[in-house]
């Protein structure tokens, strides 16, 4: 059974639907398997996303991947720096 991937929305609106169960007074595991999800996935869900707001995770995730981008930048600079000082190190 392949890997189900869920937006940053959807898991916000899932966790929302666990918090309504819980209101109701239906306990963590039986409000998980309601939503359809496993109760590591919603302690996992909860410590990324608990409080935000669905315009709040776009932003979250948007800036994720930005920071992936420039991490991946500043790694080719590093490499490009150091094999630039190892050929004017060496006799050519």
């Known amino acids: 059974m392949a890997k189900q991937r869920f937006k940053a929305e959807d898991i916000i609106l899932k966790l929302r639907e666990i918090e309504i169960h819980q209101g109701k007074g239906m306990d963590i595991l039986a409000a998980c398997k309601q939503v359809g ?11 990324e996303y608990g409080g935000m707001k669905v315009d709040q995770a776009r932003r979250y995730k948007e ?3 930005e920071n992936t981008r420039l991490k991946k ?4 600079q590093s490499l490009d720096i150091a094999i630039l000082k190892e050929a004017a190190r060496g006799n050519f």
Do not use: F, G, H
């Open 37 to 47: 999800i496993t109760d590591a996935t919603y302690y996992r869900w909860r410590k």
């Open 63 to 65: 800036l994720e991947q």
């Open 73 to 76: 930048i500043v790694a080719d």
